[in-house]
């Protein structure tokens, strides 16, 4: 089930440089040295989404790793994509 707004602003509190955008969707950047890093990140995030069954959409730009976050089934976020993404915080480096 979808969060309420007010359960979101809640839950992005507690992830620093995670946007809310268009109401359904977190995103978050993070920079690494080159490459090779962020697709290290990359894979790394590839196997939390397979142990968690949930997708982020991912973008690589050279060292730069875009993360988006929403549970489309929802039509909009679930504690998943929260959970999720404190995971990868844990692992990456924000922008």
């Not at 697709?39 to 590839?46: C, D, K, R, S």
Request: hydrophobic content about 35%; overall charge neutral.
């Amino acid at each position: 089930m979808a969060l309420s707004q007010t359960e979101i602003q809640g839950k992005l509190r507690g992830l620093p440089g995670w946007e809310l955008v268009k109401n359904k969707t977190i995103h978050k950047k993070f920079t690494f040295g080159n490459f090779k890093e962020a697709l290290a990140f990359v894979n790394q995030v590839g196997e939390l989404a397979e142990q968690s069954d949930h997708h982020p959409d991912i973008t690589i730009n050279y060292n730069k790793v875009s993360l988006s976050l929403s549970t489309h089934s929802a039509g909009g976020l679930t504690v998943k994509d929260f959970e999720l993404a404190g995971h990868i915080d844990k692992i990456g480096k924000a922008e």
